[in-house]
């Protein structure tokens, strides 16, 4: 059963130009975390968002969790080459502390 | 705290072959994990452990076995391996506390090959 949709699969955009990557499911998730990974390395928590309607901000990333706790969004202000990686997102099922799912994940590519 | 580590790095394996990826961490947590990455297909949970002696089944555990016998070690272990096994494999620890739900902490991954 697919639970979760990233969208889209793959980004390739130049250096200050903005994004948004999507995280989309029909269940409702008590939490939600999204990860960065990079080429040969394991994924890096980014944020956990909890509550319906939670934005948080990281420097030039901004984390949304839906109001009904079904979908997450993930926007990228003037992106530069550093932020070049995979974007997961994971979301934990009501519970089952500590047990994700992931999305298949963004490729994002900033080019200079 | 060196946090999470995983030996090999790289293992090339004939089909019927086992073997076990080791994976530690130090910074005691409860909650241990294995997932499996394939392109295109994000991180699929293999097995999981909330404690030592105590494991379960992720989404695709099937050809392989772990145990947790400390809090610092998960060994996950192929019993005989399939070309379909080819993958890069992370183990992660995680614990929750305060507002610290649950972060998963990934080892820097094993990429296993087999022929």
């Known amino acids: 059963t697919q639970l979760l949709e990233q969208s889209p699969q793959f980004l390739s955009i130049q250096e200050g130009e903005n994004l948004t990557v999507y995280c989309n499911s029909s269940?409702?998730?008590?939490?939600l975390q999204w990860y960065r990974q990079e080429p040969g390395e394991g994924p890096v928590l980014l944020v956990t968002?909890?509550?319906?309607?939670e934005v948080k901000k990281l420097k030039r990333l901004t984390f949304q969790f839906g109001d009904a706790r079904k979908d997450s969004s993930l926007h990228i202000t003037a992106a530069q080459p550093g932020d070049t990686g995979l974007y997961l997102c994971?979301?934990?099922?009501?519970?089952?502390?500590?047990?994700?799912?992931f999305g298949q994940g963004t490729e994002l590519s900033v080019k200079p | 705290n060196a946090g999470v580590t995983q030996t090999p790095k790289f293992q090339v394996l004939k089909t019927g072959q086992s073997m076990t990826l080791q994976c530690a961490q130090d910074m005691n947590h409860e909650y241990m994990s294995w997932y499996r990455q394939d392109p295109g297909m994000g991180l699929r949970l293999i097995h999981y452990s909330v404690g030592a002696g105590i494991t379960d089944q992720g989404e695709v555990p099937n050809g392989y076995n772990v145990s947790r016998s400390t809090t610092e070690d998960f060994p996950l272990r192929l019993l005989s391996a399939a070309p379909s096994q080819t993958s890069v494999y992370f183990c992660a620890s995680s614990y929750s506390k305060g507002d610290r739900l649950w972060e998963q902490y990934f080892g820097p991954g094993t990429r296993l090959t087999v022929t």
């Open positions: 994971a979301p934990m099922i009501y519970n089952q502390g500590g047990k994700l799912i």
């Open positions: 269940s409702v998730f008590s939490s």
């Open positions: 968002v909890v509550t319906g309607g």
